[in-house]
């Protein structure tokens, strides 16, 4: 079974440009979240997806960043402008729902530099 | 509000050695705790976990247990291995956050042989 996939690994650009992140669950996995990485942290949650419908979005910094899943299967983020300071790693996971306990499988991540 | 601490890396420890990662949480609810692992060049993996106080949770000779009294959930293996060297992350989710995963720093291990 493939696991999660996310696309590109690794990504540089200038701040102020844009970036789009592209993420391919589970077959089958209803609940896609992304998480941002720092360097030495751990990952903290952006936004959760129900099917496609965004049930937890409170951490995601709507002025520069948006996230769709229009048929509940992949996913895009995007930031616009980038800054400086989202040089980060990007996670998605997906679980079959987004139960207390139920397992969140994590894909490779993308490294975002931003000069 | 919830939060995970975990000891500080990096650990470096010879091959054979007894490993201890000490994690503490502090939850508004009743948590579900989990360990996940990252090997260098992969995404992270599940290692282990417990939904409930006393619970043990195990996998790939490593341990850990929920306990409720101390706020603890350390993860443990008896001989460690080169090929356990990785970053190791403690994290739990409670019913109010419906699932979403609240993770630790991270502690990097180093096996030497």
């Known amino acids: 079974e493939a696991g999660v996939v996310q696309s590109p690994r690794y990504k540089i650009i200038e701040k102020k440009q844009p970036v789009a992140f592209w993420c391919n669950p589970i077959?089958?996995?209803?609940?896609l979240y992304w998480y941002l990485q720092n360097l030495g942290q751990g990952p903290e949650l952006l936004i959760r997806?129900?099917?496609?419908?965004?049930?937890?979005d409170s951490q995601l910094p709507k002025d520069r960043f948006s996230a769709e899943r229009l048929k509940g299967v992949d996913s895009t983020l995007k930031i616009q402008p980038a800054e400086l300071g989202d040089s980060a790693v990007y996670l998605c996971?997906?679980?079959?729902?987004?139960?207390?306990?139920?397992?969140?499988?994590f894909g490779p991540g993308t490294r975002l530099t931003v000069l | 509000g919830n939060s995970v601490t975990q000891m500080e890396g990096p650990v470096t420890l010879s091959e054979e050695a007894f490993l201890t990662i000490n994690c503490t949480y502090t939850a508004t609810g009743y948590p579900s705790l989990f360990w996940y692992v990252q090997y260098p060049g992969e995404g992270l993996q599940l290692l282990l976990k417990a939904t409930k106080a006393d619970d043990k949770g195990s996998n790939k000779g490593f341990e850990a247990t929920y306990r409720k009294e101390t706020t603890s959930f350390h993860l443990e293996k008896g001989s460690v291995q080169v090929s356990d060297s990785a970053v190791y992350f403690c994290?739990?989710?409670?019913?109010?956050?419906?699932?979403?995963?609240?993770f630790g720093k991270g502690t990097k291990l180093s096996v030497k042989p």
């Open positions: 996971a997906s679980s079959t729902s987004g139960l207390v306990g139920n397992e969140q499988f």
């Open positions: 994290a739990l989710t409670v019913g109010g956050s419906q699932g979403n995963l609240i």
């Open positions: 997806y129900e099917n496609e419908e965004a049930v937890d």
């Open positions: 077959s089958g996995h209803n609940t």
